[in-house]
């Protein structure tokens, strides 16, 4: 098994990733969808939260060795990234979506220097437009963002397009053509479903059910 589908499988044991092509969820954004994915729940899975860190410190080790801060996007990538800086022993800081409007007003909660590399960590990747944002929030701080590791992504082209308009390179631990597949070996979907499951992929905004 690869190391794709290993993600994907111990999301898919704890519930973290739920698949209901019958009667789709509503996104915050009103996309109607046929997946639900809430990597929060790893949290509370000791053996999987401890899989799912080595993972992502494996890609950063690989893929930036160069990397001297890694950044959590708040809220749901603080923990992720705060347990990667740990093992990796690097140091550590999570970017709000807005400034605090109290106290000292940060949006950059911890300390950066300029010029410093910086690796981006967050949990689920859609269209890719808030994770860019905290991007160009530490761009402004003067630091070097060369990369972003997330745990899932939906694969949209919209997203693919956003960071490479970005130049910016993105490495998920997994995403949903994987899942599909997997579901399909399991038997958890059936082929007509995932006819459905590929076609919203395909066009996610307006797709019905």
Not at 42 to 48: G, K
Not at 62 to 85: H, S
Not at 99 to 120: A, S, Y
Not at 132 to 156: N, P, R, W
Request: charge should be neutral; aromatic fraction near 10%.
């Amino acid at each position: 098994m690869t190391n794709e589908k290993a993600v994907a499988e111990k999301l898919l044991q704890i519930n973290a990733i739920k698949l209901s092509p019958q009667q789709p969820f509503t996104w915050a954004s009103g996309w109607k969808s046929p997946i639900y994915c809430d990597n929060r729940k790893v949290l509370s899975y000791p053996y999987i939260r401890d899989f799912i860190k080595s993972e992502l410190c494996s890609v950063i080790f690989e893929k930036f060795a160069d990397a001297e801060v890694l950044a959590g996007v708040a809220t749901a990538g603080i923990a992720w990234g705060a347990m990667a800086a740990d093992q990796l022993k690097l140091p550590y800081v999570y970017v709000r979506p807005k400034p605090k409007e109290h106290g000292l007003g940060n949006q950059i909660e911890g300390n950066l220097e300029k010029g410093q590399k910086v690796v981006v960590v967050e949990d689920l990747i859609s269209t890719g437009k808030s994770s860019l944002q905290v991007c160009d929030v530490l761009k402004a701080a003067g630091v070097e963002v060369i990369g972003m590791v997330s745990i899932f992504t939906y694969g949209f082209s919209v997203a693919a397009k956003a960071f490479d308009d970005a130049g910016l390179p993105l490495y998920p631990l997994t995403n949903y053509p994987t899942l599909i597949e997997l579901a399909i070996e399991k038997g958890i979907v059936s082929p007509d479903q995932q006819k459905t499951l590929l076609n919203w992929s395909a066009d996610p905004a307006n797709w019905a059910g």
